[in-house]
């Protein structure tokens, strides 16, 4: 099976621009997860969606991030205006659906840099 | 409010010895333990996991222990091999609540295995 799909790969932005990344996931998961993980650190959870609800979103910082998941399948992360501690790697995940942590796969992630 | 930690930043060992990677976590609400492995510029990859009702798990060449009293978690790998190198992290999750597959991530362990 096709695994999770995340573009772009790389990304170098100036701070206060403004930066989009895409994310497909395995087909039929119903669940969707955005990770944040700054060099260092593990990834940390920004949100999830259950098809294209909302299920945590509460790490996500709401003046400047947004994401989307328009007809329950891929989804869109934003960041409007990009600061110079956004620089990280943003990962996707899916799983075929909430509780089931042993389907949770990564993509490889979008490596952002804000300088 | 790290929940999850991993106090040991890299670990090196000979091919063929074992590896052990430690985990401790702080709260007590989680009941399900996995590790993942991420090699440079890919996604984690789920390896390993553990039920808070099990001590001990295996598969293969790994092997997971839990001490649920001392909070504590630990990843055997034997023996090790040169593609084992990568960076080791710990997760734990609370499966059943709204949430459950939420993951909490430790800060990452990079084992290098040495020839």
């Known amino acids: 099976e096709a695994g999770v799909a995340q573009s772009p790969r790389y990304k170098i932005i100036e701070k206060r621009q403004s930066v989009a990344f895409w994310c497909n996931p395995i087909s039929g998961h119903a669940t969707l997860y955005w990770y944040q993980q700054i060099l260092g650190q593990g990834p940390k959870l920004l949100i999830q969606?259950?098809?294209?609800?909302?299920?945590?979103d509460s790490q996500l910082p709401k003046d400047r991030f947004s994401a989307e998941r328009l007809k329950g399948v891929d989804s869109t992360l934003k960041i409007q205006p990009a600061k110079l501690e956004d620089s990280a790697v943003y990962l996707c995940?899916?799983?075929?659906?909430?509780?089931?942590?042993?389907?949770?796969?990564f993509g490889s992630g979008t490596r952002l840099t804000v300088v | 409010d790290q929940q999850v930690k991993q106090n040991s930043p890299s670990l090196s060992v000979q091919e063929g010895r074992i590896s052990i990677l430690n985990c401790d976590y702080t709260n007590s609400m989680f009941d399900y333990f996995l590790w993942y492995k991420k090699y440079p510029a890919e996604g984690p990859t789920f390896l390993i996991s553990i039920s808070s009702i099990k001590d001990k798990n295996e598969d293969g060449r790994f092997t997971v222990f839990l001490n649920k009293s001392a909070k504590h978690l630990s990843l055997h790998i034997v023996p090790s091999q040169p593609g084992d190198s990568a960076v080791y992290f710990c997760a734990a999750t609370r499966r059943f609540t709204g949430t459950a597959s939420k993951l909490t991530f430790g800060t990452g362990t990079r084992l290098q295995v040495t020839l």
């Open positions: 969606f259950q098809n294209n609800g909302v299920v945590d």
């Open positions: 995940a899916s799983s075929p659906e909430g509780g089931k942590v042993y389907g949770y796969t």
